[in-house]
């Protein structure tokens, strides 16, 4: 195989990356991470512990701390950012004049996933920067030893990255996956990783923090005498008191260790460049009816009756032209009217188009088992399930116009405020429906508190959707952010409890109230951004 | 009356797409006609309120619309070059969504879609999804939503583009028809989009507006001023580079070429009459001469 066009596609397709909002949004998220993971002397979280101690603040506690924070969080956000490199060469059409280069399918795959892995190690880079900037920040140890600090990052989060970067290329070239379905399955996969990894048995070592833990065991043995086997905690904790620091100077790299990390690599090559065996190409007959129609600016001539069934690619209908002399132009005169409810109406067409029978068999058998259940389960795990089951649906709020370019053709049109309530509205409508099973019970009951807290979700969940859709242009964040949210609500988070799920003596615990004023002020926002969006891109 | 003020548009990064364009625009068809990166594009957004200009003044019936946009909003069928739709929307369901979003009263926007689904030949599709249409057929779809609310001012840039030929003849004529009462403005860079319906051509490059007047003047400005050649296929690149070539023929007796010069470029040219492409070469050469030297506008 030729390796010469490797570099180039590889730099072509990491600075289109990385031009983009999301991995913006992503590197912010991760600065603001490497902030977290190492908290002020008196903060009462955690990211990394030792049971209640917590080592002091040099090169390599801090590194650990760090790098493991971020992998944790770039191998889930970081997915996000980095998928849809094959989809956007199909969208854009670049894929079909690479498909006619001698680049070879492995090579095309292989820049994917190098691209896609400068991305995430870039993030990481400046993760690893911020590990530095906290340590001199808290400065209880202001003696640098890069190389303690950087150790963790390139061999405990890197290998993670790599395989990452990995699925995204493969989850792309498998049909099942590119969407939405792919998205959600990635975030139970990464939790997967993220908790399972924490284990000394993992495969491979997992995220490879049984070296670096069982060192701090033994320091911590040392600095106290005895009793040093504390329970390693990994993961954004509320602690009682501020953690105790002991001395922890980093770990050895044994051989077996590097090796199994090295591994990981390989593994995640193999994984990237495993799609050349069915890969299409961007071969339009082996595309999927669903994706979405573009009018580009110079198209193929219509596909009139020269296009009969014979035509290669997707069935296109002929039609008949009808004579040049059977023209009439409109007689109809215009006049204007109310229009908010069919604004709606096409907004909820838009918003649920495409959504496949089985989708709604599911739905309805949720609300069904919402009538049938009894009374706290009701809350405690149907609402929780309605309200994640269109997470797919609800992430197109915001971005639909962009993702499906049509930006262009309604910028010339009025009622641009109208147009974007009608679709909050539509978001509104969605969440309300799939949540009526609830709403009903708990109005029976005369559960006011539940009630109001529905509230809260039927609002506060499209409210993030827009406001995310509008400023990050993707779907994606949304499904980022509330998988998370959602996660922490069904694990009684009650901080985060948006619907009011987690109860204590049948009420709910969440902070209600805040949920309508985010939903308002997200909303706000949403439109705010709108807003300058279009004068800035006027 | 539209009334173009010398209008700017500056792009971040410096790129002036459109530097100081002033015209004036009434019922009628104005064909623009330009290169690529003339800047006809950016002015066509800027016309149907999609872009604010960096500076100038654009007005409606003494509406200054770059201060009020919705004032012309309802009143405006814009088709851009590159546009797309919701795709799993039928047509007659998009058209529904935008009549609304123009604010048209239910059974108007009920009557007037039937209709222009008709116009522009959709009625046996209306049932599928817009993502099984071909090109040209979403094409004629964004013809139909630009007519939705009867537009008194009609903006449509390319949009023969992936229309079959007859197609092609079919909306030409729809835009001519619409222009008898209207304000219609024609962006192409294919000149025979506008050769037979344009009354009134303007040519920009370069983000300025190089010449306008109706068809017949643009080509008297090269009258005696076109010849057409037989030449030695050996000698093309030498009369390329002196002529500006409008058309080469390749024939079993040579190369035919048709020159645009001041002067027979050879002994035995023939004299012939301009034609449009001739103009619209003369008017672009000729701008591109008198920026790099003063050499005769036909002349490279």
Redesign the interface.
């Known amino acids: 195989m030729n390796l010469s066009a490797l570099p180039g596609l590889t730099a072509g397709d990491f600075k289109d990356r990385v031009r983009r909002p999301v991995y913006l949004v992503v590197l912010l998220a991760a600065v603001g991470l490497g902030y977290l993971a190492v908290p002020p002397a008196d903060g009462r979280w955690v990211i990394l512990a030792l049971g209640e101690y917590r080592g002091t603040y040099n090169s390599a506690y801090v590194g650990v701390a760090t790098a493991l924070a971020g992998a944790l969080w770039l191998t889930l956000g970081g997915f996000y950012v980095v998928r849809k490199g094959i989809a956007r060469d199909e969208e854009t059409r670049v894929g079909q004049i690479l498909a006619a280069t001698p680049v070879r399918t492995a090579l095309f795959l292989a820049s994917k996933f190098l691209s896609s892995f400068l991305a995430l190690a870039s993030m990481l880079g400046v993760l690893a920067a911020t590990a530095l900037a906290m340590q001199l920040v808290r400065g209880e140890d202001r003696g640098i030893d890069l190389v303690a600090l950087l150790k963790p990052f390139l061999v405990m989060a890197l290998p993670l990255l790599a395989l990452t970067a990995a699925a995204a290329v493969l989850f792309e070239t498998v049909p099942v996956l590119r969407g939405g379905v792919g998205n959600v399955i990635w975030f139970f996969v990464a939790l997967v990783v993220g908790i399972g990894g924490q284990s000394s048995s993992a495969p491979l070592g997992g995220l490879g923090v049984g070296r670096a833990t069982d060192s701090m065991r033994a320091a911590l043995t040392e600095e106290l005498g005895k009793g040093g086997d504390r329970a390693f905690s990994l993961g954004l904790t509320q602690v009682a008191e501020p953690l105790t620091p002991f001395r922890w100077d980093g770990f050895e790299l044994g051989g077996g260790f590097l090796a199994s990390r090295l591994l990981i690599v390989v593994i995640a090559v193999a994984l990237a460049l495993l799609p050349a065996l069915w890969f299409g190409r961007f071969d339009p007959s082996r595309a999927r009816?669903?994706?979405?129609?573009?009018?580009?600016?110079?198209?193929?001539?219509?596909?009139?009756s020269?296009?009969g069934a014979d035509a290669p690619g997707?069935?296109?209908?002929v039609?008949?032209?009808?004579p040049?002399a059977a023209?009439?132009?409109?007689?109809?005169?215009?006049?204007?009217?109310?229009?908010f409810g069919?604004?709606l109406a096409?907004?909820v067409?838009?918003l649920v188009?495409?959504v496949s029978p089985w989708w709604w068999v599911v739905a309805a058998a949720l609300t069904v088992t919402g009538f049938a259940v009894p009374g706290d389960l009701v809350t405690g795990l149907v609402l929780p399930a309605v309200w994640i089951w269109p997470v797919l649906i609800w992430s197109r709020l915001g971005s639909?116009q962009v993702e499906?370019?049509?930006e262009?053709?309604?910028?010339?049109?009025?009622?641009v405020r109208?147009?974007l309530l009608a679709e909050w509205g539509s978001g509104v409508v969605l969440t309300a429906v799939l949540g009526v099973a609830p709403l009903i019970r708990m109005a029976l009951a005369a559960d006011v508190p539940g009630l109001a807290a529905w509230l809260a979700g039927v609002l506060f969940i499209p409210s993030l959707a827009m406001l995310l859709g509008v400023v990050c242009r993707t779907h994606r964040v949304f499904q980022a952010v509330y998988l998370p949210i959602w996660y922490l609500v069904v694990n009684k988070v009650a901080a985060v409890d948006f619907m009011g799920a987690v109860r204590d003596a049948g009420a709910p615990t969440g902070p209600t109230p805040l949920f309508y004023a985010a939903a308002l002020l997200m909303l706000g926002a949403a439109f705010l951004a709108a807003e300058t969006r279009r004068?800035l891109?006027? | 009356m539209l009334e173009l003020i010398d209008i700017t548009k500056v792009y971040k990064g410096g790129k002036r797409a459109v530097d100081g364009l002033s015209m004036t625009l009434g019922h009628g068809m104005v064909g623009l006609l330009g290169p690529n990166g003339a800047g006809k594009s950016s002015l066509m957004?800027i016309i149907?309120?999609?872009?604010?200009p960096t500076s100038g003044t654009l007005r409606y019936e003494g509406t200054d619309l770059t201060a009020d946009p919705?004032a012309i909003?309802?009143h405006?069928g814009?088709l851009?070059?590159?546009?797309?739709?919701?795709?799993?929307?039928t047509s007659r369901?998009f058209l529904?969504?935008?009549?609304?979003?123009?604010?048209?009263?239910?059974?108007?926007?009920k009557?007037?879609i039937e209709?222009?689904l008709?116009?522009v030949?959709?009625t046996?599709?209306v049932k599928?999804?817009?993502?099984?249409?071909?090109?040209?057929?979403?094409?004629r779809v964004?013809i139909a939503?630009a007519?939705?609310?009867?537009p008194r001012v009609i903006?449509v840039d390319?949009p023969t583009?992936?229309?079959?030929p007859?197609?092609r003849?079919?909306f030409r004529?729809?835009l001519s028809?619409?222009s008898a009462d209207r304000v219609v403005m024609l962006s192409t860079h294919i000149v025979s989009d506008v050769e037979s319906v344009a009354s009134d051509i303007a040519v920009m490059a370069g983000g300025r507006l190089l010449r306008r007047g109706a068809p017949e003047e643009l080509m008297g400005d090269l009258k005696g001023r076109v010849w057409e050649i037989l030449v030695d296929p050996s000698t093309v690149s030498a009369v390329q580079s002196h002529y500006v070539v409008s058309r080469m023929i390749r024939t079993s007796a040579g190369v035919r070429l048709r020159v645009l010069s001041a002067q027979p470029p050879v002994g035995d040219a023939t004299q012939v009459a301009p034609d449009l492409e001739d103009a619209y070469l003369g008017v672009i050469r000729g701008a591109a001469d008198r920026r790099s030297d003063d050499r005769p506008a036909v002349r490279r």
């Open positions: 009816r669903g994706d979405a129609a573009r009018v580009p600016a110079e198209d193929e001539a219509d596909a009139g020269l296009a997707p069935a296109v209908p039609y008949r032209p009808a040049t023209l009439t132009l409109p007689k109809t005169a215009t006049e204007s009217g109310g229009t069919r604004l096409g907004e067409r838009i188009g495409g639909q499906h370019g049509m262009g053709l309604l910028g010339a049109y009025p009622a109208r147009r004068n891109s006027a | 957004r149907s309120t999609v872009t604010r919705n909003r309802r405006l814009y851009p070059q590159d546009f797309g739709v919701y795709p799993h929307l369901e529904a969504y935008l009549a609304a979003a123009k604010g048209l009263s239910a059974r108007s926007a009557a007037r209709e222009l008709e116009l030949n959709l046996e599709a599928r999804p817009l993502r099984a249409y071909s090109g040209g057929m979403l094409r964004g939503q007519l939705l609310g009867d903006v390319e583009a992936g229309l079959d007859e197609e003849v079919r004529n729809l028809d619409l």
